[in-house]
């Protein structure tokens, strides 16, 4: 089941921790037309999704937001608030000890 688009740019938006506001400034969008995009009132344009799926902080979500798909091997992932999470929670760890 695909998650709408408003609802994937705020799922993205609160899993960096991040407010309308500054996400709108991050990519160069008015404030009041990206809470349009969140809000679900205004479809994103295409240069308005080039420009938030461009930037250095959403790229990582690119695959997810236009497909639904995850290529974790390209460094693409799901949104950690996302209904269906992150593939894996576990990470590996060496048996170096430090300190």
Avoid: C
Wanted: proline share 2%; aromatic share 10%; no cysteine.
């Amino acid at each position: 089941m695909s998650i709408i688009q408003s609802e994937k740019l705020k799922l993205i938006r609160e899993s960096e921790r991040l407010r309308v506001k500054e996400v709108a400034d991050m990519i160069g969008v008015n404030y009041v037309t990206y809470h349009g995009y969140e809000s679900g009132k205004a479809k994103m344009s295409l240069e308005s999704a080039k420009k938030f799926l461009k930037h250095p902080r959403f790229r990582k979500y690119r695959d997810w937001f236009l497909f639904d798909e995850v290529n974790t091997e390209a460094g693409q992932i799901v949104p950690a608030l996302a209904h269906i999470g992150q593939e894996s929670t576990k990470s590996s760890h060496s048996e170096k000890k430090t300190g």
